[in-house]
């Protein structure tokens, strides 16, 4: 629009054109209280997948590898690695499994939380990522 002055911040990314805009990350910084409830979140979800896994997942090994917490903290979304069987797969059986997880992990921090959150699975595909991008620039 004529008369308006644009407006830039770190989240935008300017090309050569001055009306292209690309979004580079839209990823908010988290409070140290979220930050202190993911921890406590991937290391309990950590164990309780270890130890129950084995019987869940045969051929399969399951790792937290990230946990973000909403906000309100009702949502926790958990990033998993799944090494051995196919992926979505597993993650299909985990999210079957989402309640028994859910209350275990209830069990586990009743203590230190008063709601334990909704619990959302991902395949958290950042080691395949940097596997492509080291095969590529070895090429």
């Known amino acids: ?3 308006t002055i644009p407006v830039w911040s770190p989240l935008e990314e300017r090309s050569g054109n001055n009306n292209d805009i690309n979004i ?3 990823h908010h910084m988290e409070t140290t209280r979220q930050n202190r409830i993911s921890r406590l979140i991937q290391k309990d979800l950590g164990e309780i997948l270890q130890m129950t896994g084995r019987d869940w997942f045969p051929g399969a090994m399951v790792t937290v590898t990230k946990v973000y917490v909403t906000s309100d903290l009702s949502i926790a979304r958990v990033y998993l690695s799944i090494f051995g069987k ?3 797969q597993i993650l299909k059986l985990v999210e079957m499994k989402g309640k028994e997880i ?3 992990l209830g ?8 709601q334990v959150p909704g619990l959302r699975f991902y395949i958290d595909d950042s080691l395949d990522y940097i596997e492509n991008i ?6």
């Open 1 to 3: 629009m004529p008369g």
């Open 134 to 139: 080291e095969k590529l620039l070895n090429q």
């Open 86 to 88: 196919d992926a979505r």
């Open 107 to 114: 069990m586990r921090v009743k203590n230190q939380l008063r």
């Open 102 to 104: 859910r209350k275990q």
């Open 24 to 26: 580079v990350s839209l």
